[in-house]
């Protein structure tokens, strides 16, 4: 459980609603880091940026982006 608590995703602005409502159709729930963002909208759309950035450089195969945010989730102790 997050030490800090997530916004209420039925209570935010548009543009980071769209966003959830994509994570519920593609993973079935939110996904609570983005949920903690969303108390920064600030740092919620860099951390959009950062991620759309990288998908769209194909710098990383998708394949490896996967693995990186599991590895992640495993140190950090997170269900991925």
Known sequence: MARIT??????????????????IEEWGATLEPYEIYARRPSVF?????MWNGLSSSGLLDPKLTTLVNRRVAALNGCVF
């Open 6 to 23: 997530g916004v209420d995703t039925t209570r935010v602005a548009p543009a980071e609603g769209e966003v959830f409502a994509r994570q």
């Open 45 to 49: 759309h860099a951390v959009l940026g």
